[in-house]
């Protein structure tokens, strides 16, 4: 009998978990599969580890690790992935925004579809506040269009995956870890299943506008070169332009004499390079600071508790 492992990163989220395990239970009891959940409480400020606790106590199947801080959703991912034992591992949003009744959909495209990983997409952004759609439209085109991983528009972190393509996943020992990045990186055989949004069912999304630009910028920080080169183009295309605005501005002194004007034009030019010079410093220091971070080459996160720790 096969076993799923299904890593469920969870911060702030005692309301969703007890529901989010019946449903589990529910879907997979139709299966025939073993069964083991890992909730990897991210630092959470409420009960979260309580419940996970509780949980465990009367499900042995449940699992959990506990951080010593919250880590973000990655690391979250990371360690379930790596505590996970079974021959097939499928990461879920603890808020049921990611159905479990997909799952069996999903195991029989991985063990008789000949994928190696069934993932999802969902095909509407309803419920999303407008600007942000948009942003998150451009940001996928942007990020496709400038680097080789193929990341979907849409897609969740929600999936099932074969033990090939964990594997696959964990040997990229990066500290900056975009996941909707690594998926498409590594390849494999995906399919992919689609299905309309779904509320959360309790508790509060964690992301903020801010947050996501800023998870934006790490992705296309950690899968693309491009904006260092978009950098040295500028230069180069700047260079030509004062190139030839050096021949223009000779020739037209040689021939009409050479009044003292263009104040404004100096101003305006010095400025326009100056902003030029401050944007590629920021973009070579931004790849510096990720290239800083990876090599302390400090841990991903730091576990507090895991289920282990109450058996002794
Ligand atoms: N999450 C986490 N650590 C964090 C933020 C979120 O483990 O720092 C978990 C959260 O508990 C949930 C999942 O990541 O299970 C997705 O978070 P959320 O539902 O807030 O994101 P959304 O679905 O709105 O994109
Ligand atoms: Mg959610």
Redesign the pocket.
């Known amino acids: 009998m096969d076993m799923i492992s299904i890593v469920?990163?969870?911060?702030n989220?005692e309301e969703s978990m007890p529901k989010f395990y019946e449903e589990v239970i529910k879907v997979t009891s139709q299966m025939n599969i073993e069964l083991e959940i890992i909730f990897?409480d991210?630092g959470s400020k409420d009960k979260t580890l309580d419940v996970a606790k509780k949980l465990h106590e009367q499900d042995t199947k449940v699992r959990f690790i506990s951080f010593s801080r919250?880590f973000?959703?990655e690391a979250?991912m990371l360690a379930g992935l790596e505590a996970a034992k079974g021959d097939y591992v499928a990461v879920m949003?603890?808020?049921l925004?990611d159905p479990p009744s997909l799952l069996p959909e999903m195991y029989e495209a991985v063990t008789t579809g000949g994928y190696d990983c069934a993932a999802t997409r969902r095909t509407t952004r309803k419920g999303e506040p407008p600007i942000r759609s948009f942003f998150a439209r451009m940001f996928y085109r942007i990020i496709n269009r400038i680097s080789d991983a193929d990341i979907v528009d849409g897609a969740r972190d929600f999936r099932l995956m074969s033990r090939k393509m964990v594997d696959a996943v964990l040997s990229l020992g990066e500290y900056n870890r975009f996941s909707k990045g690594i998926f498409g990186w590594v390849g494999f055989k995906t399919k992919w299943l689609e299905y309309v949004n779904v509320e959360?069912v309790a508790g509060e999304?964690?992301?903020s506008f801010w947050k996501l630009f800023k998870y934006s910028m790490e992705g296309i920080m950690a899968f693309s070169t491009t904006p260092l080169y978009i950098t040295s183009a500028m230069g180069f295309i700047v260079c030509i332009v004062a190139f030839i605005m050096a021949c223009f501005y000779a020739v037209k002194a040689l021939i009409f004499g050479d009044p003292a004007a263009g104040f404004p034009t100096m101003v305006c030019i010095m400025l326009f390079l100056g902003g030029i010079q401050l944007v590629g410093i920021g973009v070579v220091g931004m790849y510096l600071s990720k290239t800083y971070l990876e090599t302390k080459h400090r841990p991903i996160y730091i576990v507090r508790e895991t289920e282990e720790d109450i058996k002794k």
């Open positions: 469920v990163p969870c911060y989220e990897v991210d919250n973000g959703k979250g949003d603890a808020d925004q959360r999304t964690k992301w």
